[in-house]
């Protein structure tokens, strides 16, 4: 059964097995393999969520649409897409890999460790928000460049991987657009 296995991943990016999830977030959490999706609208606005007081890692933090771990075998775009009416309970459509390369590792307040290769998405939602509460306590829609400038002034308010992913997408009226271009995409 691999519902519930995460991939881990060496130092090049190569998968060297799997592990329960339950088990791999702690205090020496091993490099895998997660994921990243910012949910925009034609609006200019970003979906950001607020994690559920019941996440084990930065629980009632802000944070980008939603994050998750692709199953061993599958790949990171169909668990983008299976996680996204779990959580959010609406399908995504016009997926695109802004920050392929995207990796971070961080220590939240109880001393546990995110330390993931995590490629990072855009979407745009098919349906409106209705958020498992187990996951999501609560949301917002946005406009980009007001959570671009939220991030640069209180970081802290923001889990640290969208902060990161913030600064590596730049400023600009359409930062997913800037990513998608340096990345060789239109």
Not at 3 to 15: G, H, N, T
Request: charged share 25%; net charge negative; proline share 9%.
């Amino acid at each position: 059964m691999t519902d519930d296995l995460v991939v881990l991943i060496d130092a090049d990016r190569r998968p060297r097995g799997t592990a329960p999830r339950r088990t791999v977030h702690g205090p020496d959490t091993p490099l895998h393999l997660a994921f990243s999706c910012h949910v925009v609208d034609g609006e200019g606005r970003i979906l950001i969520t607020r994690r559920a007081l019941g996440k084990r890692t930065w629980p009632g933090v802000w944070t980008n649409s939603y994050c998750g771990h692709p199953r061993p075998g599958e790949t990171v775009e169909d668990a983008v897409r299976r996680y996204a009416p779990r959580e959010l309970g609406f399908e995504v459509y016009d997926l695109q890999a802004v920050l392929p390369d995207f990796r971070y590792r961080a220590v939240d307040a109880s001393g546990t460790v995110e330390n993931e290769i995590c490629p990072v998405y855009v979407a745009r939602a098919n349906g409106h928000p209705e958020p498992n509460p187990d996951e999501v306590m609560d949301f917002v829609w946005a406009d980009i460049a007001d959570v671009w400038s939220l991030a640069e002034r209180s970081p802290w308010a923001l889990s640290p991987w969208f902060v990161e992913q913030i600064l590596s997408l730049g400023t600009g009226r359409d930062p997913y657009r800037l990513a998608a271009t340096r990345s060789g995409r239109s």
